[in-house]
């Protein structure tokens, strides 16, 4: 469930990033989309995981009932996105003629209708979008380990039973939750008064969302398994600071393409969903080659350093390559220098 999840996932961040290519002016598109719209998905898991544990007690359906109850509502979401959902402002039923104006101004996304050939060669030779794609490696494999281990480790290590562990399992989201509204705020505040270019901007958040948890699960591996109130702490501050991603690499490839956006999200996307296949069979590999099982610390001590290496190298690689520059090769304008096919439309008139 768990895989299928993140895939899920990673294709609504692709179309919302093309929305708000699309959908956002040229002015608005650089604002870290923390507080509207991602900060629903980890809502999302707050509510999804007590609601499980509360299923998976019911005599006679069981966990099952989750599958059925969260598939039935991605359906809903499916019909409502179908129904609703556009591809551009310009083909938006309800829009008016003002606020069209205002999103297209400037904009260069979609010009005279047709789309703008994708310069392959440029994206594939970036060193900052593949500080993206390293850095969205890292928060993929510390996010698996988490998210799908943290109720496990809470069960077998710590003991707590399966309701009280939905509920426990849930706090650290919360905790997220809560979180990415400070996160975003602060990027927010950094980027409208000038203390801190778009890019020092970026990886600052970003190294929020690496080096804590780095710390906080090394940390873990030294904490007594009588002392589940400091356990359950540093998981909480670990997952609480992966939002800070929000404010950081999440808006990245906007500041490098608005007009690419959706491509280089799709491109990094496709890059570190390998990696949340593999963090969930690392387990199974340090149960394989050290004999210990689930229910021994050992097992878990090595599966944290690995993430905690993981995270602190991916993070330092973002902080080094990084950027929030307008990339060349998204300009229509250099682009036309070289290439004359590509022409520049007149502004929208009415």
């Known amino acids: 469930m768990f895989e299928s999840d993140i895939f899920v996932d990673r294709r609504t961040v692709t179309t919302t990033k093309r929305a708000r290519a699309s959908c956002y002016a040229q002015e608005e598109r650089a604002k870290p989309p923390a507080k509207p719209v991602l900060e629903s998905t980890v809502l999302c898991t707050l509510i ?8 998976c007690k019911i005599e006679n359906i069981g966990w099952p009932a989750s599958f059925y109850l969260f598939g039935s509502l991605g359906i809903l979401w499916s019909i409502l996105m179908a129904i609703f959902g556009q591809e551009s402002p310009s083909t938006h039923k309800w829009i008016t ?18 789309k703008l050939s994708t ?9 900052p979008v593949w500080a993206i794609a390293v850095c969205q490696i890292g928060e993929t494999w510390g996010h698996m380990t988490l998210v799908m281990e943290i109720p496990s480790y809470m069960q077998k290590i710590l003991n707590f039973d399966i309701a009280s562990n939905s509920l426990v399992s849930a706090l650290p989201y919360l905790a997220a939750w809560l979180f990415s509204f400070v996160a975003g705020s602060a990027a927010d505040i950094l980027t409208a008064r000038k203390w801190t270019s778009t890019t020092t901007n970026r990886k600052i958040f970003c190294s929020i969302a690496s080096f804590v948890p780095a710390v906080t699960l090394f940390g873990i591996t030294f904490v007594d398994t009588s002392d589940r109130l400091l356990s359950i702490f540093l998981f909480v501050l670990s997952v609480g600071a992966t939002t800070s991603i929000f404010s950081g690499y999440y808006v990245n490839h906007i500041d490098l393409s608005p007009n690419h956006a959706a491509t280089l999200t799709s491109l990094t996307s496709m890059v570190s969903n390998i990696f949340s ?3 969930p069979l690392y387990i199974d590999l340090v149960n394989y080659i050290s004999g210990y099982q689930e229910t021994d610390k050992p097992l878990w001590d090595i599966v944290f350093y690995t993430s905690s290496l993981v995270y602190a190298v991916t993070g330092m690689f973002y902080v080094c390559a990084a950027s929030a520059e307008v990339q060349p090769w998204n300009d229509l304008s250099e682009r036309e220098k070289n290439d004359g096919s590509v022409k520049k439309e007149d502004p929208v008139n009415f």
Do not use: C, F
């Open 48 to 55: 999804a995981m007590p609601i499980t544990g509360v299923l």
């Open 97 to 114: 003629r003002e606020e069209l104006r205002y999103i297209q101004h400037e904009s260069n996304v979609e010009k005279d209708g047709k």
């Open 119 to 127: 310069p392959w060669k440029s994206i594939l030779t970036s060193l």
């Open 277 to 279: 296949l593999l963090a």
